[in-house]
């Protein structure tokens, strides 16, 4: 291993993408900067291009789009029906940003995607940010950089940086939150309620307001977890009083009341039935869209979606457990340990729900590999292996997938591919020669290469993944003025969005009755559905033309899909 280390160092110097931490440790500034890029360049290939994602993307989305269309942005609705899972926060923020862009002109803004991830993508940097900040309390600069770096490059938030969802933004309140209460943990007793001042507990009751407008009452429980069990372990909660829960909690009520009664004046009762009673509570003892799962699957998943920082995970478990009763450690352990076994506990599960812990493994990692005491036992160090193997897996996977669904290999990624797995091997072999923290970055580099080649070319390659693409274009080229559309068979919010908020979701009988409604109006029928509706036609006399057939795959539903498309006569 000796020899094939020096080989491998004359190869890839030790001083290369190391110097970014020297910059990095040399001031605030600096740090912030280097995140911000870093995050960036990690976060952004893709973001422009990947169409609407079904199908938590699409519903957030286009409920945001019929707020703009209304104007009524108290309400919560997807076409006519109410969507009561999550509070207004996200699509407040999302209209903002459309709304923004109309302002300046922007072409078609209502229907571009990447404009509602905006928010997403400012949540995602901003959790990095933040992750840097509360590392501060914990470890050196150095540290806090080495932690933040972990965050934008696991996989888990770089997906959520791209989609238009709840949890980039959700966990950037947490992380805000928890930077504050670990200082008020970790400050001087003696230094009384005055240690905080008044800014910081400003933050904290803000960022817990805006999390709960966000996603309800998520945040609550991972802050107040922690709280309550420091307290235990302390014997006293004496220590919350820095940060001014009287006047916090009248600031917290100041903001988030307002919607709530907003919401509870329109719709009585019904936000808070649906969002806490059917969603919320229904997922702790039941499975819901087939989520459920047993417990130990977050455990299983951090490995994948926490990669690369997970390769160290193991290494700094025997450190983290030696160090566990001091104060710093107790605190990180606090964030990490009781909310993860509720995560574990609750029967739906679904890999974000415990991003918002994984800044307390990247923070606890950051110290072990500061205080040079990460594990050298053989078998935790071969684990290093995986920085070389995961690059492989995902670009087969990638490749073997574009194979399947478009029947093309996507060569245009593969160059990407093969850096990102040649970055992987140095980290593998300049592990012991060159320290983890050199290790990781050049793993980092590898995720660079890995998302331009995933989320840059070989996603939007896939067209096939995407059909209300191709079936909105039918409609935007068919030369009517204002086109309508039914769809039976596919029902993915996607086609909503793309096409409208009009647009039917039926039954292929209800289509041939939509269709026979007037001009210019297309029917979307998938092939199972085609006999039923050509009986309808036939007995209604419907005069209709064919139009092309988009085959395609419904990622939703895990299956191919073929629909015809058929258009009402004297349609264009």
Same mark, same amino acid.
């Given at each position: 291993?000796?020899?094939?280390?020096?080989?491998?160092?004359?190869?890839?110097?030790?001083?290369?993408?190391?110097?970014?931490?020297?910059?990095?440790?040399?001031?605030?500034?600096?740090?912030?900067?280097?995140?911000?890029?870093?995050?960036?360049?990690?976060?952004?290939?893709?973001?422009?291009?990947?169409?609407?994602?079904?199908?938590?993307?699409?519903?957030?989305?286009?409920?945001?789009?019929?707020?703009?269309?209304?104007?009524?942005?108290?309400?919560?609705?997807?076409?006519?029906?109410?969507?009561?899972?999550?509070?207004?926060?996200?699509?407040?923020?999302?209209?903002?940003?459309?709304?923004?862009?109309?302002?300046?002109?922007?072409?078609?803004?209502?229907?571009?995607?990447?404009?509602?991830?905006?928010?997403?993508?400012?949540?995602?940097?901003?959790?990095?940010?933040?992750?840097?900040?509360?590392?501060?309390?914990?470890?050196?600069?150095?540290?806090?950089?080495?932690?933040?770096?972990?965050?934008?490059?696991?996989?888990?938030?770089?997906?959520?940086?791209?989609?238009?969802?709840?949890?980039?933004?959700?966990?950037?309140?947490?992380?805000?939150?928890?930077?504050?209460?670990?200082?008020?943990?970790?400050?001087?007793?003696?230094?009384?309620?005055?240690?905080?001042?008044?800014?910081?507990?400003?933050?904290?009751?803000?960022?817990?307001?805006?999390?709960?407008?966000?996603?309800?009452?998520?945040?609550?429980?991972?802050?107040?977890?922690?709280?309550?069990?420091?307290?235990?372990?302390?014997?006293?909660?004496?220590?919350?009083?820095?940060?001014?829960?009287?006047?916090?909690?009248?600031?917290?009520?100041?903001?988030?009341?307002?919607?709530?009664?907003?919401?509870?004046?329109?719709?009585?009762?019904?936000?808070?039935?649906?969002?806490?009673?059917?969603?919320?509570?229904?997922?702790?003892?039941?499975?819901?869209?087939?989520?459920?799962?047993?417990?130990?699957?977050?455990?299983?998943?951090?490995?994948?979606?926490?990669?690369?920082? &997970? /390769?160290? $995970?193991?290494?700094? =478990?025997?450190? *983290?457990?030696?160090?566990?009763?001091? !104060? %710093?450690?107790? @605190?990180?352990?606090?964030?990490?340990?009781?909310?993860?076994?509720?995560?574990?506990?609750?029967?739906?599960?679904?890999?974000?729900?415990?991003?918002?812990?994984?800044?307390?493994?990247?923070?606890?990692?950051?110290?072990?590999?500061?205080?040079?005491?990460?594990?050298?036992?053989?078998?935790?160090?071969?684990?290093?292996?995986?920085?070389?193997?995961?690059?492989?897996?995902? &670009? /087969?996977? $990638?490749?073997?997938? =574009?194979?399947? *669904?478009?029947?093309?290999?996507?060569? !245009? %990624?593969?160059? @990407?591919?093969?850096?990102?797995?040649?970055?992987?091997?140095?980290?593998?072999?300049?592990?012991?020669?060159?320290?983890?923290?050199?290790?990781?970055?050049?793993?980092?580099?590898?995720?660079?290469?890995?998302?331009?080649?995933?989320?840059?070319?070989?996603?939007?390659?896939?067209?096939?993944?995407?059909?209300?693409?191709?079936?909105?274009?039918?409609?935007?080229?068919?030369?009517?003025?204002?086109?309508?559309?039914?769809?039976?068979?596919?029902?993915?919010?996607?086609?909503?969005?793309?096409?409208?908020?009009?647009?039917?979701?039926?039954?292929?009988?209800?289509?041939?009755?939509?269709?026979?409604?007037?001009?210019?109006?297309?029917?979307?029928?998938?092939?199972?559905?085609?006999?039923?509706?050509?009986?309808?036609?036939?007995?209604?006399?419907?005069?209709?033309?064919?139009?092309?057939?988009?085959?395609?795959?419904?990622?939703?539903?895990?299956?191919?899909?073929?629909?015809?498309?058929?258009?009402?006569?004297?349609?264009?």
């Amino acid at each position: 291993m000796t020899t094939t280390s020096s080989a491998a160092q004359r190869l890839w110097p030790a001083n290369g993408l190391g110097a970014l931490f020297d910059i990095g440790a040399g001031s605030h500034r600096r740090a912030v900067a280097i995140l911000v890029l870093i995050s960036l360049i990690l976060f952004l290939p893709g973001f422009f291009q990947i169409p609407p994602v079904d199908r938590d993307e699409a519903y957030f989305a286009q409920a945001t789009k019929q707020m703009i269309e209304t104007g009524d942005y108290v309400d919560i609705r997807y076409q006519d029906d109410v969507r009561y899972r999550k509070p207004v926060g996200i699509y407040w923020l999302q209209a903002a940003v459309v709304k923004t862009a109309e302002l300046f002109r922007f072409p078609d803004a209502r229907t571009t995607i990447w404009l509602y991830r905006i928010p997403s993508l400012i949540g995602a940097v901003g959790a990095v940010l933040a992750t840097y900040w509360c590392g501060l309390a914990f470890v050196s600069r150095r540290g806090a950089i080495l932690a933040a770096l972990m965050m934008a490059a696991s996989t888990l938030l770089g997906g959520e940086a791209r989609l238009a969802k709840t949890d980039a933004v959700l966990l950037f309140t947490i992380v805000a939150a928890m930077g504050v209460l670990a200082r008020a943990y970790l400050s001087p007793r003696e230094a009384g309620n005055a240690r905080l001042g008044w800014i910081l507990p400003a933050i904290f009751w803000t960022a817990l307001a805006a999390g709960i407008l966000i996603k309800g009452p998520v945040n609550l429980m991972v802050v107040g977890l922690a709280a309550v069990t420091l307290s235990i372990y302390e014997r006293s909660g004496r220590w919350l009083l820095a940060l001014r829960p009287l006047p916090g909690l009248g600031w917290l009520v100041l903001i988030v009341l307002p919607w709530f009664i907003a919401i509870y004046m329109r719709v009585g009762d019904a936000f808070l039935i649906n969002s806490v009673g059917h969603d919320m509570l229904g997922k702790l003892t039941s499975a819901q869209e087939a989520h459920g799962a047993p417990p130990g699957l977050y455990l299983v998943l951090f490995f994948a979606t926490f990669y690369p920082g &997970s /390769i160290l $995970a193991g290494l700094a =478990a025997p450190a *983290v457990w030696t160090v566990r009763r001091e !104060p %710093a450690a107790r @605190f990180l352990l606090a964030w990490l340990v009781p909310s993860w076994v509720v995560f574990e506990l609750v029967v739906t599960k679904l890999p974000h729900y415990v991003l918002p812990l994984y800044p307390a493994v990247a923070i606890l990692i950051a110290g072990a590999v500061e205080s040079n005491v990460l594990s050298h036992r053989p078998w935790l160090v071969r684990g290093a292996a995986w920085w070389f193997i995961a690059p492989i897996l995902i &670009s /087969i996977g $990638a490749v073997t997938f =574009a194979i399947i *669904v478009a029947r093309d290999p996507a060569f !245009p %990624a593969w160059p @990407f591919f093969a850096v990102a797995i040649i970055c992987g091997l140095f980290a593998w072999l300049l592990y012991e020669a060159d320290g983890a923290e050199r290790s990781l970055l050049r793993a980092t580099a590898g995720m660079v290469m890995l998302a331009i080649g995933v989320f840059s070319i070989t996603l939007p390659w896939l067209r096939p993944v995407f059909p209300s693409v191709a079936l909105a274009r039918i409609l935007h080229d068919a030369g009517c003025g204002h086109p309508l559309a039914a769809s039976a068979g596919y029902e993915e919010p996607s086609l909503v969005f793309l096409a409208g908020t009009e647009t039917r979701l039926t039954d292929a009988s209800s289509a041939a009755d939509f269709l026979n409604g007037g001009v210019c109006r297309f029917a979307f029928i998938e092939t199972r559905q085609e006999r039923a509706f050509a009986r309808r036609a036939d007995a209604i006399g419907l005069q209709y033309t064919r139009g092309p057939r988009v085959d395609g795959y419904n990622i939703s539903t895990g299956r191919p899909i073929s629909i015809a498309v058929f258009a009402s006569a004297g349609a264009p």
